[in-house]
């Protein structure tokens, strides 16, 4: 069962643009499925977690570029990066735009090649799971997100209100499509073989980990942090690793798919802002197994209900950007007198503040901290509360009410779409 991607536009349009392009992201959120679907029957595929085919791209790239012949779509491109020189050498001969597609699941060890080799050449995007829009049929409608009023109020009166019990089976149950499109998939099965099989081999192997339970001890610390702060020193403390080894295992995550840092915005006028971001599991069912909620119920009631509510509107709203083609100008305010602003959206010399709030009632005083936004010297743009309101209604002169229904349709309880 294929469900339209957003991206999809954007791929076609790379492809038309660039000898090379490349999609990168976490295992599992369809990345090859994408580009098999947009490819059909056209392009060579070649896999490189077939071991016979990475021996030869590994010790002979020159004789694999001669036994698979364009167009080539070569999947987990990372695992033989001695191909980059070669794909640089036949793209250089050839002008011809889309030769070489590309995905990869482990950036950090991948970029390094590729901006050396590819430079000029080849076109980067990020793909995550499924967003709400894709799996509501919506995938092809989906523009990068500012607050703008009017857009907000129609598709608000186009989708029908989403409440607190769906929305936090969809956190649950996260964005990976193999849970959300097949109808027998065992939720809790699927995350055990995914920690098991990617992200303690993969992960493990690429930052040379030593001490396989330590490593699945950051993981689960680092979960539990989702829609917080970061402090490096006291994950690295939970997870009873060093200070420095804990660093290179995030930067490592980050890079992978797996978290997404959202860094503080200051300039020079603003001394008083602290410059630590704050951490977001990029999938919250991986974060919710990881931190061992055992259902959707315990999930919502319990301790991390708001960060992981934040984590699930956050990730939605990057999707918007990254299944574009576009960088998500996203970052947040908080000075040291704790004064914060969950997210600013920084187009154009122009903030939008948004607060994300699990409540169908934000108050005015939720926004209260949007008039501190003037010293930045740059000009206020309308502002919003992301929460579970079946309506748009003004909150303060310059904020109002965003419906979370705007950006997803749930998935059912059986882990199908919704008609």
């Known amino acids: 069962m294929y469900i339209e991607r957003t991206l999809e536009k954007f791929i076609i349009q790379a ?25 059909e029957d056209k392009r060579t595929y070649v896999s490189l977690d077939d071991p016979l085919v990475l021996s030869l791209a590994k010790n002979d790239p020159a004789l694999f570029m001669q036994r698979f012949n364009g167009p080539l779509l070569i999947d987990e491109i990372q695992y033989a990066p001695e191909l980059l020189p070669y794909i640089k050498m036949a793209v250089d001969r050839d002008s011809k735009k889309g030769l070489f ?65 769906e929305v936090f089976l969809a956190i649950f149950r996260g964005s990976f499509p193999a849970i959300l499109t097949m109808e027998n998939m065992d939720r809790d099965l699927f995350y055990s073989s995914y920690v098991q099989t990617y992200l303690q081999r993969d992960l493990r192997d690429l930052a040379k980990v030593g001490d396989e339970l330590a490593f699945l001890r950051f993981l689960r610390a680092s979960a539990a942090r989702t829609g917080q702060l970061l402090n490096l020193s006291e994950l690295a403390r939970d997870a009873d690793v060093a200070t420095n080894t804990a660093k290179n295992w995030l930067s490592i995550l980050q890079s992978s798919g797996i978290i997404y840092l959202l860094e503080p915005y200051y300039t020079n006028l603003t001394k008083r802002l602290i410059k630590t971001p704050k951490l977001y599991f ?65 187009k154009d010399r122009t903030v939008y503040p948004i607060e994300i709030k699990k409540t169908a009632s934000p108050q005015k005083k939720t926004v209260r901290h949007f008039k501190i936004l003037e010293k930045l010297n740059m000009t206020i743009g309308h502002g919003g509360v992301i929460c579970l309101c079946e309506q748009v209604l003004p909150i303060s002169e310059n904020a109002f009410s965003i419906p979370l229904s705007v950006f997803m349709q749930p998935p059912c309880s059986d882990g199908h779409n919704k008609t």
């Open 15 to 39: 492809n038309n643009q660039f000898p090379v392009l490349m999609i990168t992201g976490a295992r599992q959120v369809g990345k090859t499925t994408i580009l098999k679907h947009i490819c």
């Open 282 to 346: 990029l999938d919250t069912g991986l974060c919710a197994y990881l931190t061992a909620w055992s259902s959707s119920e315990t999930l919502e009631a319990g301790a991390m209900s708001g960060a992981i509510f934040e984590t699930f509107v956050i990730i939605e709203l990057l999707k918007t950007y990254w299944h574009n083609g576009k960088n998500a100008p996203f970052y947040f305010y908080r000075d040291k007198d704790k004064k914060e602003v969950d997210l600013l959206i920084v």
């Open 101 to 165: 597609w590309l995905t990869g699941s482990q950036a950090f060890h991948l970029m390094k090649g590729v901006s050396e080799s590819l430079a000029g050449r080849v076109a980067i995007m990020q793909l995550l799971g499924l967003s709400g829009m894709e799996l509501s049929g919506n995938g092809h409608n989906v523009n990068p997100f500012i607050p703008n009023l009017k857009k907000i109020v129609y598709f608000s009166e186009k989708s029908r209100p989403i409440f607190l019990k």
